[in-house]
């Protein structure tokens, strides 16, 4: 299973953005990004996902380095509810590639 | 119901019994995932399955555990001869297939405690 690196603990303060990065310098082509977030007592939740391109959506942004080999999520204005374990996980097309491999994640702290 | 429903919330069970845990997917994912996540630590893959059959159960820790889908709909993960170290929360999760560009769905989990 291709790993990533991450940071374990992050700290921000409220209405600022936050940069989660992620290292994953083994990626393969074929090797999608993805990022989930597990709020207190909660199952994980989806982010974010990308291939190539940086990618935009409702809760996050996703920058993907040109070789591929780093990504980092962007929270561009934080709030409370944003504390949670942020995961980067590299999901593959080849069988038994397919399944969501979960490290110890990014604890993000957000600060009133 | 929407989302990814797990039942019970809470199990506790004596050391030795046996357990069934249920997972109720989103109405129409084919794929469907089990995992199993201690205090302070990520979630542990266990076995997703396509449809009725077990892709991938290469993080069944050992033969006590053992994973279902009869109908390629419900889910029922079971535990033979229980453990004081098999006490985590373990987590079930849906999706339409296995292309990787499809997000996940996670239900809140189930808690065993065996004591």
């Known amino acids: 299973d291709a790993k990533t690196t991450q940071p374990n603990s992050m700290e921000s303060n409220e209405e600022e953005p936050v940069h989660l990065p992620c290292n994953h310098s083994t990626i393969s082509g074929t090797d999608y990004i993805h990022w989930y977030r597990q709020l207190p007592s909660q199952g994980p939740e989806y982010v974010i996902h990308g291939l190539t391109s940086n990618v935009n959506n409702r809760m996050a942004s996703l920058a993907i380095a040109e070789d591929r080999k780093s990504s980092t999520l962007i929270l561009h204005r934080a709030t409370l509810r944003d504390a949670a374990v942020y995961y980067c996980i590299l999901r593959g097309l080849i069988q038994g590639a397919q399944k969501l491999v979960f490290g110890q994640g990014t604890r993000l702290t957000i600060n009133p | 119901g929407a989302g990814v429903s797990q039942t019970p919330s809470n199990k506790v069970t004596e050391k030795g019994k046996y357990v069934e845990l249920r997972c109720d997917p989103i109405s129409g994912h084919t794929a469907l995932y089990w995992y199993r996540q201690s205090l302070g630590q990520g979630p542990e893959f266990l076995i997703y399955?396509?449809?009725?059959?077990?892709?991938?159960d290469s993080g069944l820790p050992n033969d006590r555990f053992f994973a279902v889908r009869p109908e390629g709909s419900v889910s029922t993960l079971k535990i033979q001869r229980t453990e004081r170290g098999d006490s985590a929360v373990y987590l079930c999760a849906s999706s339409p297939g296995l292309h990787t560009g499809t997000e996940a769905f996670f239900g809140q989990g189930t808690r065993l405690t065996v004591v």
């Open positions: 399955f396509q449809g009725t059959g077990a892709a991938d």
